[in-house]
């Protein structure tokens, strides 16, 4: 097969082999349909050290406690107003995942609030089961990123005080 015989095979299936073909491309890899992503909440399952590790934290700040997903088990302490999430080297919490966007989500502290945001990314940010832009983020809440489920918790000094009846 000569040069342009080659040519007209490589465009007859779309297909470009040139040498442009060959520079890098970021890419984040989706995954299935928004079926695939059913809700099923952890129950309170959590180890006496998470415990103790939620218990410790400070006021203003809140832990992000990775459920399942490759870092399974890692903590994450959010004590500044705003944490960077993705696949980007440079995030604040790194996820190294194809199914995470390098700049997935942010998120933000205001007063003794956070909020989760999307930044637009491929998979979408999920809080409890449910696709969001943003979100408040309660106690307890699940957040998916990618294949990454985490639970959020806040510090114990600023959870609502519970009223005397």
Known sequence: MDHNAHDAADSADGIRRDADSRRSVDTTQTFGH???LSFIPFGSDLTEAEHEAIGALPARAAMLLVR???T????YLLDTDVTTIGRH????????????SRRHAEITRTGGFFELVDQ???NGTYVNG???DRAVLDDGAEVRIGKF????FVSPVDRAPATDA
């Not at 399974?72 to 903590?75: I, K, L, T, V």
């Not at 080297?89 to 995470?100: K, L």
């Open 72 to 75: 399974a088990g890692a903590r």
């Open 130 to 132: 449910e696709r969001v």
């Open 68 to 70: 399942s997903g490759p």
């Open 89 to 100: 080297p440079e995030a604040d919490i790194f996820f190294d995942d194809v199914t995470v």
């Open 120 to 122: 637009r990314s491929l």
């Open 34 to 36: 928004d079926s695939d």
């Open 149 to 152: 489920r985490l639970n959020f």
